[in-house]
Nanobody
Framework: QVQLEESGGGLVRAGGSLRLSCEVS????????MGWFREAPGKEREFVAA????????SYANSVKGRFTISKDNAKGTVWLQMDTLKPEDTAVYYC?????????????????WGQGTEVTVSS
């Protein structure tokens, strides 16, 4: 059973940076495409970023494009989300997710495995 564990969340001021990590265990990460989602209070879970089996192709939500970077190291079994120029509207619980299709996907329903989430708070 694939297990995902996020870390790296915290409190940061607007304009600052954070790097979230997602450790993958119980599966073959080179056969998992990965994504990051977020859920703000009172809102639905939304897509943030995704990458493919190899990590060679990425996809981003328009709201984070140019500020966030997803990366994947199959040898280390880890996926990261580098978040720069953070804004108060980025405040949310961030979730790591995985699925077995080789391509990037944006829908919550496309993902089979989920972590427990890590909280990010951006103060103004």
């Amino acid at each position: 059973q694939v297990q995902l564990e996020e870390s790296g969340g915290g409190l940061v001021r607007a304009g600052g940076s954070l790097r979230l990590s997602c450790e993958v265990s119980g599966g073959v990460i080179s056969r998992l495409a990965m994504g990051w989602f977020r859920e703000a209070p009172g809102k639905e879970r939304e897509f943030v970023a995704a990458t493919t089996w190899s990590g060679g192709s990425t996809s981003y939500a328009n709201s984070v494009k140019g500020r966030f970077t997803i990366s994947k190291d199959n040898a280390k079994g880890t996926v990261w989300l580098q978040m720069d120029t953070l804004k108060p509207e980025d405040t949310a619980v961030y979730y790591c997710a995985a699925h077995n299709d080789p391509h990037t996907k944006r829908a919550v329903s496309d993902y089979d495995y989920w972590g427990q989430g890590t909280e990010v708070t951006v103060s103004s």
